[in-house]
């Protein structure tokens, strides 16, 4: 049996474990789109599109990326293991974070 990584936050980096930049260059942006609807219990999502609180693109050291709050797993543990897997399957840095 594995141990799974503990659930915190993290970011998803825009470069491949090579070096390579990931493509397309709005991937940050689809896949925070894709993430838009999972928000703390009882907000209210604007009708434009809104970033969710928990998956929020942006930039670590220059590099495009997607930062990822722990506090996802709490209201969607499928969504926070999709995007541990996508970065995986990707090939995709990830820098944990406090």
């Known amino acids: 049996m594995t141990d799974s990584p503990a659930v915190q936050s993290f970011v998803i980096?825009?470069?491949?474990?090579?070096?390579?930049?990931f493509r397309p260059s709005?991937?940050?942006?689809r896949l925070c789109g894709?993430?838009?609807?999972?928000?703390p219990p009882g907000s209210v999502a604007d009708a434009r599109l809104a970033w969710s609180?928990?998956?929020?693109?942006?930039?670590?050291?220059?590099?495009?990326c997607v930062v990822v709050d722990a506090r996802l797993h709490g209201i969607e543990p499928m969504a926070y293991?999709?995007?541990?897997?996508f970065a995986a399957d990707n090939e995709l840095r990830v820098v944990e974070t406090a």
């Open 13 to 21: 980096l825009g470069v491949t474990g090579s070096g390579r930049p």
């Open 26 to 29: 709005d991937w940050a942006d």
């Open 34 to 39: 894709v993430m838009a609807g999972f928000r």
């Open 53 to 64: 609180p928990y998956v929020m693109p942006g930039f670590h050291e220059g590099i495009r």
């Open 81 to 85: 293991d999709f995007l541990r897997r």
